[in-house]
């Protein structure tokens, strides 16, 4: 079974841009939650995402955003980017809320 | 919010067993205990989960006590593969933390 696929891999925008990142799930899984990772503050919950609903919501300002679709797919999309955006982006899918989730390789976003 | 405290890092031999404790004082009745391996630029890895007592599969075991305030991954054997920095994660949805993790250095 093929794992969870995100892109791009890696992405350079400038302060003020928007950028919009994708992620496959694990074929089957309908839960999607979406991660941010900085060498400050580790890792972070951004959202989760089940049957094309937002679950489940972390404490980040209303400039991340994101949305699953009828295959599951999910998409996030960060508006006004400052240069605290710059980090790494992890997508996770799991065959149901709350409980294991297997993670993709990363979007590396970088803000200049 | 489960909080979850961790050792910032841990030494170990080849072949020796691991073990990695967890703290989670607020931890609530129907959060779940996850662990995780992160190696550098790579997603974390699931490792095990359990809710009490002792859970085992083919890479590590996991023990809870009764109060289920700490929890601790053992990993029987290490080699050098095991170099990575482990994850104890508690709590479902907007509570989802990750703690800092512990950076475990295998050493030949």
């Known amino acids: 079974k093929a794992g969870v696929t995100q892109t791009p891999r890696y992405l350079i925008k400038t302060r003020g841009q928007q950028v919009t990142l994708s992620c496959s799930p694990i074929s089957g899984h309908r839960s999607v939650s979406w991660y941010q990772q900085t060498p400050g503050q580790g890792l972070q919950f951004l959202f989760e995402?089940?049957?094309?609903?937002?679950?489940n919501k972390g404490n980040f300002p209303g400039r991340f955003s994101g949305r699953q679709f009828s295959n599951s797919r999910s998409e996030m999309n960060v508006s006004t980017l400052e240069l605290g955006d710059s980090a790494l982006y992890l997508c996770?899918?799991?065959?149901?809320?709350?409980?294991?989730?297997?993670f993709g390789p990363g979007t590396r976003l970088t803000v200049t | 919010l489960a909080k979850t405290t961790q050792p910032i890092s841990m030494d170990s031999y080849e072949g020796q067993e691991v073990n990695i404790t967890c703290s989670h004082n607020?931890?609530?009745?129907?959060?779940?205990i996850t662990w995780y391996q992160q190696f550098p630029s790579q997603g974390p890895r699931f490792i095990i989960q359990?809710?009490?007592t002792k859970v085992t599969n083919e890479v590590a075991s996991l023990f809870i006590p009764a109060d289920r305030k700490s929890s601790t991954l053992s990993l029987p054997r290490v080699s050098l593969s095991d170099t990575a920095v482990y994850y104890c994660?508690?709590?479902?949805?907007?509570?989802?933390?990750f703690g800092t993790g512990t950076r475990l250095t295998i050493i030949p």
């Open positions: 359990g809710y009490k």
């Open positions: 994660l508690v709590g479902v949805g907007e509570k989802l933390t």
């Open positions: 607020n931890i609530a009745t129907n959060d779940y």
């Open positions: 996770a899918s799991s065959p149901r809320m709350e409980r294991e989730q297997y």
């Open positions: 995402y089940f049957s094309e609903t937002q679950r």
